[in-house]
Every structure is written in C-alpha cells, then in structure tokens.
C-alpha cells in the first residue's frame, strides 16, 4: 500500500483579512479511489510548535498514516493557527470560522474541529455564537459531512474554570448540529504526563503529538465511511 504524504502551501484572503497560514494537504494514496476527504480546523495543538509536533512529526501526520495502516485512505486539508479559537483571533488574525471557510470542501466526508484553549479569556456568549457559526458554516460548505468537534484538552487535572466552561459550550453546539463530540479532559490527557508537554508548559512535544495521533486515529477513523 503507498503512504505517500503531499504537503503544498498556499496562501488566501480569508473575511478581508490577509493571511499566510499553510494549508497542510495529505494524501495517503493519490490512486485509491475510496479516498476519503477531511477538513481540520485548529490551533497551535494541530501545527505543532517549537516544542515539538512541526512537519511530519504532528498529530495530524501520525494519525493519516496508523489509518493507512488499516485501509483507510484519507486526502485531509489541515489548516490551523497559532493563537486562533472560535473568538480570539491567531497570530495571522484569523479565527475558526475564518479557518472553516479555506479548510472546507463541498465533497469532505469529515470535518474536525480541535479546540481551543485561546478562547479562555472570551465572553462565553461569544463563543456560543461563534462556535454556532463555524460549525454550521461548515454544514453550509459540505452538508453529506459528519462532524467531529473536540473540546480543547488541559496540561493537568488542574483545569481552569474557563477551560471547563468552553468545554461545555462546544458539547452543547455540537449536541444542536448532529456532530460527534469528544473531550479530552475526561479522557485525562496528559494528566500526570510532564514528559508530553513541552518546557513552555502548553505546547505538545513530539511525544506529545504521537500521544494525541494514537487517540484521534481511532476516533477518526469511527467517523469515516470505510470506519475502522
């Protein structure tokens, strides 16, 4: 089976706003015709940062090739920013809904939706509405997808209230659009798991991103026509 893995970057106008995040494109076999086509909106839990998870060593990267592994061919549009949530604008002045309208296809069977924790600071009315707004954007764009949200995850069993409250918020939205929905922090990610975030004491090390693949591989995959 060929895993051959494409990575092209190109550059958009996203809301008026100019922006130069790359959008990370994968094909784990051009040739097989049971593709299956995913969108991934995120943050920097989903580029990778100077602590680990760039290139090929992110979640993303991992998770197309254990799928591949067990037949599951997938061409994902990965597009992501630093600092972005659903309200707080990234490093490149984007947001979800922003990310939502480069990363989406009217043909995607999939669109994910990870995190995040950026948005901790925001009114929580705010996220409610934005949240709203990129989920059923995406709806809009690729309305025979599933969708798959997952709330961000915390470095330690000590969550903040705020984290716990955006938590809530995108279980209710994705509740009131038909998507799946996954939590991290009942899952207890990297609790008790220092070796798994980096020494800034936010970002994912590689470690961390093998962790994270190993996780979202199978819930991925669950949510695809040829599931796991």
Known sequence: MSRVFTFVISLGLLAGVVTHVPVQRY?????DPRLNHIAVIGDSYTTGSLEGGEGPRGWTTLAWDQLAHRGVQVKADVVAEGGAGYVQRGNHGSIFGDLTSRAVKPDDSLIVFFGSRNDKDMDPAAITMMSHNALTLAQHIAPSAKLLVIAPP????????????????????????GAAFYDPIEDGWFFDRPDLIGGDGIHPTDAGHAYMADRLAPLIGRQLPRAL
């Open 27 to 31: 094909t784990t076999s051009g040739l």
């Open 154 to 177: 915390w470095v330690s069993a000590d969550v903040p209230p705020s984290i716990l409250n955006i938590r809530d918020i995108l279980k209710a939205q994705a509740r009131d659009v």
